[in-house]
């Protein structure tokens, strides 16, 4: 896929193509399209919130608010689409791309069923297979919340 802008908020990868590089599966993938990005740059996803995810039964029955560790959750799998398209592969079997740290987390502004968060990422540094990222999650243009991103390609043994 060749790294063409954004026009009109026109997607850059679709679900099918975001499925071939996380691991994640539904309910746990957070991403529903990609709509920038910029190899060893930065990487701007969406993330369409309805009533019908499955935590918002019981967070909170009454007043539904998206989970902070699932916006943090989907701030990561950004980072992780933005590794790997930078790096210029797909992730294989035996490899797995984890989260392994979170540092200066705030959450603004809640998250609420009828969301579009937007999902921003930027390479702040990488060495081998360890980057760190500065990413935000957006609503409306507002930031709901930010966190400093660190995750490593590591080898799964059998």
């Not at 993938?29 to 499955?54: A, H, M, W, Y």
């Not at 740290?101 to 930027?122: M, N």
């Amino acid at each position: 896929m060749d790294n063409k802008p954004t026009i009109n908020n026109k997607t850059i990868m679709d679900v099918t193509e975001i499925r071939r590089f996380l691991a994640h599966r539904y309910p746990f993938l957070l991403i529903d399209r990609v709509t920038q990005f910029e190899s060893g740059k930065s990487l701007t996803g969406i993330k369409n919130v309805t009533i019908n995810e499955p935590f918002f039964n019981g967070h909170f029955p009454n007043q539904p608010i998206m989970p902070g560790v699932l916006i943090i959750e989907a701030m990561a799998q950004a980072t992780g689409l933005l590794g790997f398209r930078t790096m210029g592969e797909e992730p294989q079997d035996d490899m797995l791309y984890i989260l392994v740290g979170v540092d200066k987390v705030k959450f603004k502004k809640q998250v609420v069923p009828g969301d579009q968060l937007e999902l921003y990422a930027e390479v702040l540094r990488h060495k081998g297979k360890m980057w760190i990222f500065k990413t935000e999650a957006r609503v409306d243009g507002q930031i709901a919340a930010a966190a400093e991103i660190k995750c490593a390609a590591i080898e799964m043994t059998k």
